[in-house]
């Protein structure tokens, strides 16, 4: 297995270890490979961005909407 290189600038280095020592990982390294897994989760990691807005915009525009008011309804009933 090869190990996998990753440039920034020393700046960027000091941020990535600053906000990994906040969310509690130990190295930068374990902080990155977490964002990575949460990325390969995202259930829409493989949706195309400009036909998931394309049928929004169509749903917009046929009505296909909720009331505002409704928004926090289903997470009310759990």
């Known amino acids: 297995m ?6 920034v600038t020393p700046e960027q280095r000091q941020r990535i270890e600053k906000v990994a020592r906040e969310r509690g990982y130990n190295a930068p390294d374990d902080y990155l490979l977490a964002l ?3 990325d390969a989760e995202d259930e829409d990691a493989d949706e195309d961005p400009v036909a998931a807005f394309r049928q929004s915009w169509h749903e917009a525009m046929t009505g296909q909407t909720y009331p505002v008011s409704t928004l926090w309804d289903d997470m009310d009933d759990e």
């Open 36 to 38: 990575f897994e949460l």
């Open 2 to 7: 090869s190990d996998l290189v990753i440039h």
